[in-house]
Each structure stands twice: as structure tokens, then as C-alpha cells.
Nanobody
Framework: QVQLVESGGGLVQAGGSLRLSCVAS????????MGWYRQAPGNQRELVAV???????NYADSLKGRFTILRDNAKNTVDLQMTSLKPEDTAVYYC?????????????????WGQGTQITVSS
């Protein structure tokens, strides 16, 4: 019932910047949190940043100071500002949402994922 669509991925030179955007749509009652994860080939999916409705953000320790997450609750969007990009940031980045949906007789809190967008940082 929740669709997440990412945009803003692509190729960037090391030291450059990119901004990712994600829009949530569909049938849901609330979205408690939105954020970004990433996965490089051969690695597990890892947290980049998550932000809750009250604006509290959690970042991967290694990314603090370089990445910034912003959310617009009214528009159900979340952005990720990436600066000082490094080759090791190369990965598929996935938008994430924690949303409450109604299944017909129950309210359920589920995690939803976008299709992912490729970020490639060249050295």
C-alpha cells in the first residue's frame, strides 16, 4: 500500500555532492520514519540515515558530518544531501519508510522499500 520512488542517483566525481529524493505515496495512515539505506556488491544492506516524525535523525557513525537527511512530513518526502563523496560511497541507495497501513481488519506497522538508485563515485 506504500510506494517509494527515489530520484537523484548517478555518477559523481570524488569530493562532489549529490542530493537524493524519495516520495511516498499510496494508502497509509501514518509514516513514522523515513530514511536511506545502501548496499554495495557483496555487502549487506546498511543504515545511512533515518529521520522520525519529530525530526530526530540517526546516522551511521562513519557518515556523520558528510550526509544530511531532511524530511517534509506534509509532502511525505525525504531527501539525502551527500557531500564530500568518496569512492567507498558507491552503492545502491534504497529509500525506506516505516508506515502504518490498514489491511481490512487490522492496523499494521510495516517497513517499505524503494527500488533503489545507483550512486557511483569515481576517483
Amino acid at each position: 500500500q506504500v510506494q517509494l520512488v527515489e530520484s537523484g542517483g548517478g555518477l559523481v566525481q570524488a569530493g562532489g555532492s549529490l542530493r537524493l529524493s524519495c516520495v511516498a505515496s499510496g494508502s497509509f495512515f501514518t509514516i513514522s520514519a523515513m530514511g536511506w539505506y545502501r548496499q554495495a556488491p557483496g555487502n549487506q544492506r546498511e543504515l545511512v540515515a533515518v529521520i522520525t516524525n519529530d525530526g530526530s535523525a540517526n546516522y551511521a557513525d562513519s557518515l556523520k558530518g558528510r550526509f544530511t537527511i531532511l524530511r517534509d512530513n506534509a509532502k511525505n518526502t525525504v531527501d539525502l544531501q551527500m557531500t564530500s563523496l568518496k569512492p567507498e560511497d558507491t552503492a545502491v541507495y534504497y529509500c525506506y519508510a516505516d508506515a502504518t497501513v490498514y489491511t481490512g481488519d487490522d492496523y499494521l506497522n510495516n517497513n517499505y522499500w524503494g527500488q533503489g538508485t545507483q550512486i557511483t563515485v569515481s576517483s
